[in-house]
């Protein structure tokens, strides 16, 4: 069974949407179309389909099938909604909150461990001059940390600079991985 696949509203999903099929080419090419759910309305935002239901439907076909099952035992359908546009106000809010949010973050770390203070002895030791405004290290340490930041997540706007993943891409897969196992326990237990 795959993890998870995405769907819309009354789509019927078959055999071949749900599951990776491995055999007799002729018996899957008679099996890979076969209807095994008609996502409804009342299903919400998504519904979950288990390896028994799709059994069922292949021995309605072959009941004297010898059927082998590797791996995952459900998949987790996401049912695509209808979106809302977004309005350019509210992104607009969303991000000067953001931004200022990170901004304040991140002054508040530098300001934990003395970060002006550092800068002015680290001037002090290259130069001998004292000076409480340590530019030509500050603007080079500002561009360099924001730099940084966008090479490390890999992104700038919707521009990759190459195809490894990064640290983020990461994090929401693992956050799916384990949406996905809270939705198949939770649907088991519910039931």
């Known amino acids: ?51 028994m239901s799709v059994l069922t439907s292949i021995r309605s ?14 998949t987790v359908v996401y049912v ?8 350019p106000l509210y992104i ?13 973050a991140v002054m508040n770390f530098h300001e934990d461990v003395s970060m002006r203070a550092v800068h002015i002895r680290l001037y002090y030791l290259l130069t001998g001059d004292e000076t409480l405004y340590p530019l030509w290290l500050q603007i080079p ?8 930041m966008v090479l490390f997540f890999n992104h700038f706007f919707k521009k990759r600079f190459n195809d490894e993943p990064s640290p983020l891409d990461v994090e929401m897969f693992n956050y799916q991985q384990n949406l996905d196992q809270y939705v198949v326990q939770k649907d088991h237990h519910d039931h």
């Open 141 to 148: 340490y500002s561009i360099g940390l924001g730099i940084g």
């Open 61 to 74: 076909i072959y009941p004297q099938l010898d059927i082998q099952i590797i791996g995952s035992v459900n």
């Open 92 to 104: 607009a809010l969303v991000w000067i909150l953001l931004f200022v949010g990170s901004a304040l």
């Open 80 to 87: 695509r909604q209808p979106q809302k546009t977004l309005r």
């Open 1 to 51: 069974m795959r993890p998870r696949i995405d769907a819309a509203v009354q789509q019927v999903l078959q055999l071949d949407q749900l599951a990776k099929l491995s055999g007799d080419p002729t018996i899957v090419r008679r099996i890979q179309r076969l209807a095994i759910y008609q996502i409804n309305k009342k299903d919400g935002s998504r519904v979950t389909i288990d390896v």
